[in-house]
């Protein structure tokens, strides 16, 4: 049944944009849906394939913890796509968060974030990195108070957070997947 955008009215506009969209049904019928609205944004996951750990970044999510969530989550390096590529995003976020200077990009996949909600699509890149491409503490910029902890973690460690439901951010988990798909060998102990 094919859905028309009849008006989108914007009701805020701060950081994300929040619209109430009027739709119609294929026979006249009306409905209304919230849509929010940041723009796009990349993660990436790092790897070292020869030490077998990735690099991740741990950091406050309000809305986590205010849905009965921890306080803090465990993710891939992200950020929004500005005037740049979604592959200079992606490392110029690895480099700010993670501390990590990255080469190659492998292209996952760029899904829709929460499609009944937000206009939110990510770019998802693995990307292989080694003990030298560490070339700065990572952390992020203290003037975007993000509050981020680098964690280099093993990827066995990391599975078995996977199985164990202890990865609860979406791009992450599905990154840890996709690793685990393309790279099997590197999730043996």
Do not use: N
């Amino acid at each position: 049944m094919p859905v028309e955008i009849r008006r989108v009215e914007t009701v805020y506009r701060g950081y994300v944009t929040l619209m109430v969209a009027t739709l119609a049904m294929e026979d006249g019928s009306t409905f209304t849906r919230e849509i929010e609205d940041h723009g796009r944004a990349v993660a990436v996951l790092p790897y070292d394939p020869l030490r077998r750990c990735a690099l991740m970044v741990r950091l406050p999510r309000a809305p986590a913890a205010w849905a009965d969530g921890p306080p803090e989550l465990t993710e891939a390096p992200a950020g929004m796509v500005e005037d740049e590529t979604a592959e200079a995003t992606a490392r110029r976020e690895a480099l700010e968060e993670a501390g990590v200077r990255l080469g190659a990009l492998e292209p996952v996949a760029s899904p829709f974030a929460s499609p009944g909600v937000s206009t939110e699509r990510i770019q998802l890149f693995l990307a292989p990195y080694a003990a030298a491409d560490r070339v700065a503490p990572g952390g992020g910029h203290a003037h975007e108070h993000e509050h981020i902890t680098v964690v280099e973690a093993g990827l066995d460690e990391l599975w078995r957070r996977v199985e164990a439901d202890d990865i609860l951010d979406m791009k992450t988990l599905v990154l840890l997947l996709a690793l685990r798909l393309r790279r099997p060998e590197l999730f043996e102990a």
